[in-house]
């Protein structure tokens, strides 16, 4: 099956409390929330991409293997290998720290998928120095503010200045960590265009006020 790209629009933006109607955010597919993995292949894909990183070794581990595959070759037919060589590609950082044991780098797994065989400008541009809790985890979920704290620019990526950037995440709920990174990558580098693809956005009744 061939999956296109969505953008968040109007009818959308309410499930998405924090995407505004300025950001171009693109999405591949639509995963139902609190319908656990077997309602559906997106849901189980998303459960896999979100198997945490002690699992690594036990026989599970090579479903979240193939998700992280499926979803960088997905998300690469749908962007096409022509565009994805016109923009700095940013996966989005995980909620651990680099030096969490549990810290898990799908993203940036899913990117090297993507722009497997390409010459693409792709660049972990935002670090997290200190952990936060994941948004899945939790129903206290933080606000695009904390997010914007939490988050660094690498300065040793920082040259050349990014002209367009591509952020590149898994699901997107209510927006919060796509708000809060915008928000560092534009005051960090004005006059840059920042857009977002995400494998999958949150499917929901009503609006969603969180993430």
Not at 69 to 96: H, K
Not at 179 to 190: D, Q
Not at 191 to 202: E, L, Q, T
Request: charged share 25%.
């Amino acid at each position: 099956m061939t999956f296109r790209l969505q953008q968040i629009d109007e009818l959308l933006r309410p499930q998405h409390f924090f995407i505004e109607a300025e950001d171009n955010c693109y999405f591949l597919r639509e995963y139902t929330a609190g319908a656990g993995f077997g309602h559906g292949e997106t849901n189980s894909i998303i459960s896999n991409l979100k198997k945490p990183v002690d699992r690594r070794g036990l026989p599970e581990w090579r479903y979240k293997e193939s998700a992280i595959r499926q979803a960088g070759r997905e998300l690469r037919a749908a962007v096409g290998d022509e565009l994805l060589r016109q923009f700095t590609i940013v996966p989005m950082p995980p909620s651990l720290s680099r030096s969490n044991s549990l810290y898990d780098d799908r993203m940036a797994r899913i990117v090297r998928y993507m722009t497997e065989g390409l010459s693409c400008d792709v660049r972990e541009l935002i670090v997290q120095p200190h952990d936060m809790m994941a948004a899945h985890s939790t129903s206290s979920r933080p606000k695009p503010d904390a997010w914007y704290a939490a988050y660094t620019v690498d300065e040793m990526l920082a040259q050349p200045p990014p002209v367009n950037v591509l952020v590149v995440d898994d699901v997107l709920t209510a927006g919060a960590h796509f708000a809060g990174l915008k928000r560092r990558l534009v005051e960090r580098f004005p006059g840059a265009g920042v857009y977002a693809v995400f494998y999958a956005r949150r499917a929901v009744q009503q609006d969603s006020a969180t993430e």
